[in-house]
């Protein structure tokens, strides 16, 4: 069974662009959940989709955004990049409908850099 | 890779000894638990997990310990080899779908 799948693999963007980032879960999972990772700050939440709709959503402004599709699929959107930005994006699937016995399985992340 | 985890707290531990990695959760009412470990350049992996209704579940290797009276949480690994080096997150919910990860702990195994 295929993992999760995350493209692109890394990314250079410049200060004020967008950007968007891809995730495809593992089959037949329906939740998809993305994290920001930084040293400073480790492993942050930012939001969680299930059946297309936004469940969860961490603490990030509102220039953060995602969505899901009918297939699971799900992207994850940052507008007006800051150089804050730069950190490795982590996408999660889980397959129950809640957290609670079902781990969370990572993709390898997107490497985002801002200059 | 990338480096992860460039000022954590460092376990180092010789090859073939255990090695025992700490996390304290906040939370009272988190009833899920998580450890994972991470590679340079990859996501993070799934190691073993553990429900509040448990205080400890063996895997192959690893053992966790939940302790919830004081809301301690460890990983004990034995007979650590070189592909244990790594850093390691403990995973906490008991807020429907919502994760929060500890800060880890670098792993560092010497031969």
């Not at chain 1, 994290?35 to 990030?60: A, I, M």
């Not at chain 2, 966790?64 to 990983?75: A, I, M, P, W």
């Not at chain 2, 919910?93 to 792993?107: A, D, E, M, R, V």
Request: hydrophobic share 30%.
């Amino acid at each position: 069974k295929a993992g999760v799948t995350q493209t692109p693999r890394y990314l250079i963007k410049t200060r004020g662009q967008q950007v968007t980032l891809s995730c495809s879960p593992i089959s037949g999972h329906r939740s998809v959940s993305w994290y920001q990772q930084t040293p400073g700050q480790g492993l942050q939440f930012l939001f969680e989709y299930f059946s297309e709709t936004q469940r969860n959503k961490g603490n990030f402004p509102g220039r953060f955004s995602g969505r899901q599709f009918s297939n699971s699929r799900s992207e994850m959107n940052v507008s007006t990049l800051e150089l804050g930005d730069s950190a490795l994006y982590l996408c999660a699937s889980s397959f129950n409908t809640d957290f609670r016995g079902s781990p969370l399985h990572f993709g390898n992340g997107t490497r985002l850099t801002v200059t | 890779g990338e480096s992860v985890g460039l000022h954590l707290p460092t376990l180092s531990v010789q090859e073939g000894d255990n090695s025992i990695i700490n996390c304290a959760y906040s939370n009272s009412a988190s009833d899920y638990f998580i450890w994972y470990k991470q590679e340079s350049g990859k996501g993070p992996q799934f190691i073993i997990d553990i429900r509040s209704n448990m205080d400890k579940r063996q895997g192959q290797r690893v053992t966790v310990l939940l302790n919830k009276t004081v809301k301690h949480l460890s990983l004990q690994i034995a007979a650590t080899q070189p592909g244990d080096s790594a850093v390691y997150f403990c995973a906490e919910t008991g807020n429907f779908n919502k994760f929060y990860f500890g800060s880890g702990t670098k792993l560092n195994v010497k031969p």
